[in-house]
């Protein structure tokens, strides 16, 4: 991913913050990922890391119409997806989507109530609605409108270690091309 691509993202995640109330805190920690696929603009999230902590993490994400977070899970990780602004599409599967021969239901939390759905099936998240993922649950998510601010809440966060996605070539990190100067340093540049 160019340089010019991935400050362009966070310049226009920081616009849409600030029109939308959101106020970031000194010095957030910053990521954006084209998950390794070259395409950010169909497959690609903004993150910052706002809390990070050894018990628990909190996140804001940005994502625009038609960019998706593929499919993924965690062994250790719990979390709540928070659709804080626009409307977010959260599918979720009990098992790894690529290999899953069966449709099988199991229970999930929506807005702090247990459901019963059907693997693969597609949550809508309307701003202040939220999805509790425990490990070991596959999802993606994508805005179903223009643009959308995503909240995470979740268990101590360990993006090296605690990402498994359904296809195996997508990296967390991104290869970045130094096509101009950054305008802040990445999660990843540490």
């Known amino acids: 991913m160019k340089r010019s691509e991935i400050n362009k993202a966070i310049s226009d995640a920081g616009i849409f913050f600030k029109k939308n109330c959101w106020t970031l805190p000194p010095n957030p920690r910053w990521d954006v990922t084209d998950f390794g696929l070259g395409s950010f603009l169909n497959c690609g999230l903004v993150l910052v890391n706002l809390a990070e902590e050894e018990e628990y993490c909190e996140k804001v994400m940005y994502a625009i119409e038609g960019q ?6 965690h062994q250790k990780k719990k979390e709540d997806i928070i659709c804080r602004t626009g409307v977010l599409v959260v599918q979720l599967w009990s098992q790894n989507p690529q290999i899953q021969k069966t449709r099988g239901r199991f229970n999930v939390k929506i807005n702090g109530q247990s459901c019963l759905i059907t693997s693969g099936e597609k949550i809508k998240l309307h701003a202040g609605n939220r999805v509790t993922i425990d490990p070991g649950v596959w999802h ?12 995470e809440v979740s268990t101590a966060n360990d993006d090296l270690s605690d990402n498994f996605f359904s296809n195996e070539e997508i990296g967390r990190y991104t290869e970045i091309i130094e096509d101009e100067l950054r305008i802040v340093k990445l999660l990843s540049e540490n």
């Not at 998706?68 to 899970?73: D, V």
């Not at 993606?140 to 909240?151: A, H, L, R, T």
């Open 68 to 73: 998706i977070t593929p499919a993924h899970t």
């Open 140 to 151: 993606e998510f994508y805005p179903d409108s223009e643009k959308c601010v995503i909240g």
